[in-house]
């Protein structure tokens, strides 16, 4: 692990708050001693991860993720334990020992893409990528915006897998990533089209995407197909562009198209990504909430717009992200009402965004004459249902009493088609305790009070000394390797000390098995001491009877016998 010290990753994790830290990525809430919001790594809709200031980790009672703030980083930007490392020091302005080279996984690949995005770049420049220029100046895409985007252009030829073929990139590879194709030669994919990189998280090129611009009759746009490196539902377009300014303004705006992107970024609303016409997935959902800030929906304002909005709207609020939507007038989308309207007429729409619900509201109003008997009582219905999916007290209080006055309908009436849903138990408070076995659970709370207190490692080399488990056993004699090299121990560090030793699971099964609602109490350690010491000396018993049953000798076995009756008395002795 890049020979950095067990001392420098301690300085290096001691210098942040885990709390700050994962308070970057997830709204926090303190209960108690601790801090609870959604956890990351499942679909959570209620806070069920827990971290603590205390000890300087954190864990989800439904999934099982813990560790400390290196692992959260690591798992949460899908990078390497080093790399999270590496970040946190970056982050304090800490300087490392050892340098940490980064490879990415897939340089080769990206190499290829960053070659053909210079390849497209330099297109538009030339005589060749003269049309296609006076096409996007057309559109009111500027040299400025040009540049920046890294807008360029294909042409109708094969150059580009020549070009990429000449600087040794293989065949196979440039097929996987969907650069090119092949019949009985390698071709060019993108032809004859205006050229849109596509960025990953990182703000490395995956992909493209190939608008016409001559009247063709050909699709209007052409992606990149999904590849190993190149994937919709993880992508968001803009995305790498619009962190910063999205953390700044605590909102990020969420549209369809890339065009949409483009134009409102140029504008100067930098905090807005596209989908690309595909619908919100769980890895989109993830990569929102690492920006901890409140999602502005501008979906185009035709019918399929609205439906896109109503759904990734659901999706958003359903992981715990606080969403509103903006409905454009006179235009079919946001590049379109830019152009038309101008900035400041956009930024007006965008601060009077209304509540998803609100919005839903709307919805079931349209095409509806509320005073039409029918169509009021299918509207006032649906909007029931609507309630019905809210765990708003609040919400249905005002909305209910709304209806009543705007509608004369009798409030309790109303009140009479809520359903009375019992009260959730919080994850955050009460935690799912696994039914386990006694002795393996004497085991994990033994090892886990020795992982936050010397003290404990101290009793149980005095008391016991052993575990009938191998996986248990090596990690207790790690805990004690790691106080003789330290002097003291606690979790927090000790996980990243045994990153590389295989028992990361092991030791997140122990925290997550662990109630952290009850205080560690000396007497209750010395009580798991004596179950373990039960289950030591039964196991001893039971080898000796195995071997007594298989002796012939009449000494032996008298000897076996006397030996298996010590044990017990000194078994009893013990327990008294």
């Not at 099982?64 to 692992?71: E, P, R, Y």
């Not at 700044?248 to 690309?276: F, H, P």
């Not at 002795?439 to 207190?453: D, G, K, P, S, T």
């Not at 330290?486 to 996980?495: E, G, K, R, S, V």
Request: proline share 1%; charged share 30%.
């Amino acid at each position: 692990m890049a020979n950095i010290s067990n001392e420098e990753f301690n300085k290096i994790r001691n210098s942040v708050n885990i709390v700050d830290v994962i308070g970057n990525y997830v709204n926090l809430e303190k209960k108690g001693k601790n801090f609870f919001g959604i956890c990351p790594f499942h679909d959570d809709h209620t806070p069920s991860m827990s971290v603590s200031f205390e000890k300087q980790i954190y864990t989800c009672f439904v999934c099982g993720a813990s560790g400390n703030v290196f692992t959260f980083i690591r798992d949460f930007e899908n990078i390497s334990f080093l790399e999270a490392v590496k970040k946190i020091a970056d982050y304090k302005g800490i300087t490392l020992s050892k340098t940490i080279n980064v490879q990415k996984k897939y340089d080769k690949e990206y190499k290829a893409y960053d070659l053909a995005l210079k390849y497209y770049k330099n297109n538009l420049n030339t005589d060749l990528g003269k049309k296609a220029k006076e096409y996007l100046l057309s559109r009111k895409i500027n040299e400025k915006i040009i540049e920046e985007f890294d807008i360029g252009v294909s042409l109708n030829d094969n150059n580009l897998s020549k070009l990429l073929i000449s600087k040794n990139f293989s065949e196979d590879m440039l097929l996987n990533i969907g650069l090119v194709n092949k019949n009985e030669e390698i071709y060019d994919i993108f032809r004859n089209r205006i050229m849109f990189p596509i960025h990953n998280s990182n703000g490395i090129v995956i992909g493209f995407s190939g608008r016409i611009y001559n009247n063709e009759v050909d699709s209007k746009y052409i992606n990149t197909r999904e590849t190993y490196i190149f994937k919709k539902g993880e992508t968001l377009f803009n995305y790498h562009r619009a962190v910063l300014d999205a953390k700044k303004n605590k909102y990020l705006i969420l549209c369809e198209g890339q065009m949409d992107a483009i134009r409102i970024y140029s504008s100067g609303l930098k905090n807005v990504v596209a989908t690309m016409g595909t619908a919100l997935t769980r890895e989109h959902i993830n990569l929102i909430r690492k920006l901890n800030v409140r999602v502005v929906l501008n979906m185009d304002a035709d019918k399929a717009g609205i439906n896109a909005a109503l759904i990734n709207g659901d999706l958003i609020k359903n992981a715990g992200i606080s969403v509103s939507v903006v409905t454009l007038t006179g235009a079919k989308d946001p590049d379109e009402y830019i152009l038309k309207y101008g900035l400041d007429a956009y930024k007006d729409a965008i601060s009077h965004a209304i509540s998803l619900f609100d919005f839903k509201l709307n919805y079931l109003k349209s095409n509806k004459n509320l005073n039409n008997a029918n169509d009021l009582s299918e509207y006032i219905n649906n909007v029931i249902d609507e309630l019905n999916k809210s765990n708003d007290d609040i919400l249905k209080d005002v909305t209910i009493s709304k209806l009543s006055e705007d509608y004369n309908i009798d409030k309790n009436i109303l009140l009479s088609k809520l359903v009375n849903t019992e009260v959730k138990k919080d994850v955050t408070v009460k935690r799912k305790v696994k039914k386990q076995n006694q002795n393996i659970r004497a085991v994990e709370e033994i090892l886990y009070y020795m992982m936050n207190n010397v003290k404990y490692a101290k009793i149980f080399t005095k008391e016991l000394n052993y575990i009938p488990d191998k996986n248990y056993f090596d990690l207790e004699k790690d805990i004690q390797a790691y106080i003789i090299l330290n002097n003291t121990i606690n979790l927090a560090d000790f996980i990243s000390y045994e990153i590389n030793n295989g028992k990361e699971e092991l030791i997140k099964n122990i925290i997550n098995n662990h109630d952290s609602d009850i205080e560690m109490d000396e007497s209750e350690f010395t009580n798991y001491i004596k179950i373990v010491n039960k289950w030591v000396i039964d196991s001893k018993i039971s080898n000796l009877k195995v071997e007594l049953k298989n002796e012939t000798d009449i000494n032996k076995k008298k000897e076996l016998m006397d030996l298996i009756t010590k044990i017990k008395r000194g078994s009893e002795e013990y327990g008294k």
